[in-house]
Each structure stands twice: as C-alpha cells, then as structure tokens.
Nanobody, 126 residues
Framework: QVQLVESGGGLVQAGGSLRLSCAAS????????MGWFRQAPGKEREFVAA????????EYTDSVKGRFTITKDNAKNTLYLQMNSLKSENTAIYYC???????????????????WGQGTQVTVSS
C-alpha cells in the first residue's frame, strides 16, 4: 500500500517561492505517474501539474506555466513542486497524488489518480 506525505507548505509573500515535497513509501515512484492538485477555500480540487513515470514529460495547468516546476527524485522516492512568483490566488491546500498502475499515460484528470496525500497548506499574502 502506498503512502504519500507532503511537506514544505507555509506562509509566503506574493512574489516569493516555496518548494513542496511528497515522500512516497510502499511503491517506487519511478514506475508511476504522479501529480500535484490543489483545493482553494470554497472551490473544487483542481489539477496543477503532473509528471510521467519516466520523468521525461510534464503537464501544467495554464495558470502556473512558467512559474511552477514539477520534478521527481527516484533515488529519494520523492516528488517536488517548485513554485516561484507566487500569487495570492495560489493559496490552497496542495495534494500529491499517484496513479497506482505502472507505466500509465500522463494525465491531469484527477479521477485517474488512486492514492492521495493528506495535503499541505500554502498561503500567499498580498
């Protein structure tokens, strides 16, 4: 059974940066598509970024392109989200997720993701 634990959230001023981490256990992330999603207060959970099992392909929601970068370190079994030039509208709980089927197709459809972390709060003050 896979466990995903996010960390790195916090309070940051607009224009600042944060790096989120997601430590996985129970599965080796090198064979799985992984993604980041977020849920702002009063809104539905939405896709942020995803990375292919090989790490060679990524996808982003339009609003974060050029500011956020998703990467993974297979040796550390950890997924990352580098967030730069943060805006107040990026305030949300950020969730790490995994498609628990090996060598899946990269997708931002959250219905495809089977395992979820507990989330980490990111608050951007303006």
């Amino acid at each position: 059974q896979v466990q995903l634990v996010e960390s790195g959230g916090g309070l940051v001023q607009a224009g600042g940066s944060l790096r989120l981490s997601c430590a996985a256990s129970g599965r080796t992330i090198s064979r799985y598509v992984m993604g980041w999603f977020r849920q702002a207060p009063g809104k539905e959970r939405e896709f942020v970024a995803a990375i292919s099992w090989s790490g060679r392909s990524t996808e982003y929601t339009d609003s974060v392109k050029g500011r956020f970068t998703i990467t993974k370190d297979n040796a550390k079994n950890t997924l990352y989200l580098q967030m730069n030039s943060l805006k107040s509208e990026n305030t949300a709980i950020y969730y790490c997720a995994m498609i628990v089927a090996t060598y899946s197709t990269l997708t931002g459809d959250q219905k495809a993701y089977d395992a979820w972390g507990q989330g980490t709060q990111v608050t951007v003050s303006s």
